[in-house]
C-alpha cells in the first residue's frame, strides 16, 4: 500500500464533534469519516508540484502559501486524529489543519499561480521534464506534465469550494 497525501475539507462543527466523540469513547475513537465527495486524494503529487513551482520561479508569495496548501498547520490541535488505534496519518507525520480563514486566504493566492505557465519552463522533451523534476517523476506513467497538472487543478479547485463553504481543511498522509 502506497502512502499518500489525503485532503479533507469539514466544517468547524464536524472537527468539534470528532474531537468530542474521542473525548467521550472509551477507545478514543473519533468516528472520523469525512464524506468521499470531500476528500482529496493527492497522491504523491506535493513533491511534484512544488518542485515544478521551484524550477519555473515561482515567488515567495505564491510559494508559501502553496506550501501552507499542502503542509497544512499545527494551529489546530489534532492529536485526537493520531491516536493509535484510531491514527488517521498512521504512516506519516501527524496531521495539520488550516483553519476557515486559512483556507481562504490559501485559496486566493493559489487561484493566482499560473500553472501552464510553470510547466512551460521545462524542457519539452517528458524525459527530460521528468528526470529534473526528479522525486520518482520518471516513473509516472501517461507524462509528468498530465500529472502534475491534473493534480495541481484538482488542489486548487478542492481549496477554492473550501473556501466558498468556508471550511477547514485537514491534510495527513496515509
Same mark, same amino acid.
Given at each position: 500500500?502506497?502512502?499518500? +497525501? ?7 462543527? %464536524?472537527? /468539534? ?14 468516528? *472520523? ?8 486524494? #493527492?497522491? *504523491?503529487?506535493?513533491? #511534484? ?12 508569495? $505564491?510559494?508559501?502559501?502553496? =506550501? #501552507? ?5 499545527? /494551529? ?5 486524529? $493520531? ?18 480563514? +486559512? ?41 509528468? =506534465? =498530465? %500529472? ?10 478542492? %481549496?477554492?469550494?473550501?473556501?466558498? =463553504?468556508?471550511? #477547514?481543511?485537514?491534510? *495527513? *498522509?496515509?
Amino acid at each position: 500500500m502506497a502512502v499518500t +497525501q489525503q485532503l479533507a475539507r469539514i466544517p468547524a462543527e %464536524y472537527l /468539534a464533534s470528532c474531537r468530542q466523540a474521542a473525548g467521550t469513547s472509551p477507545v478514543g475513537d473519533p468516528r *472520523w469519516d469525512p464524506p468521499a465527495a470531500d476528500v482529496l486524494d #493527492l497522491d *504523491w503529487a506535493p513533491f #511534484l508540484i512544488e518542485r515544478v513551482c521551484e524550477l519555473g520561479g515561482l515567488d515567495d508569495v $505564491h510559494r508559501n502559501a502553496l =506550501r #501552507l496548501a499542502l503542509e497544512g498547520d499545527t /494551529a489546530i490541535d489534532l492529536a485526537f486524529l $493520531h491516536t493509535h488505534p484510531h491514527d488517521i496519518a498512521p504512516f506519516g507525520p501527524k496531521p495539520t489543519a488550516l483553519s476557515a480563514a +486559512q483556507v481562504a486566504q490559501v485559496a486566493e493566492v493559489v487561484e493566482r499561480i499560473d500553472f501552464p505557465a510553470l510547466l512551460a519552463t521545462l524542457p519539452e522533451d517528458e524525459s527530460e521534464a521528468a528526470s529534473l523534476i526528479g522525486e520518482g517523476a520518471e516513473g509516472i506513467v501517461g507524462g509528468v =506534465r =498530465r %500529472y502534475v497538472r491534473e493534480h495541481f487543478d484538482a488542489l486548487r479547485a478542492f %481549496y477554492r469550494a473550501a473556501s466558498q =463553504r468556508q471550511f #477547514l481543511v485537514v491534510l *495527513w *498522509w496515509d
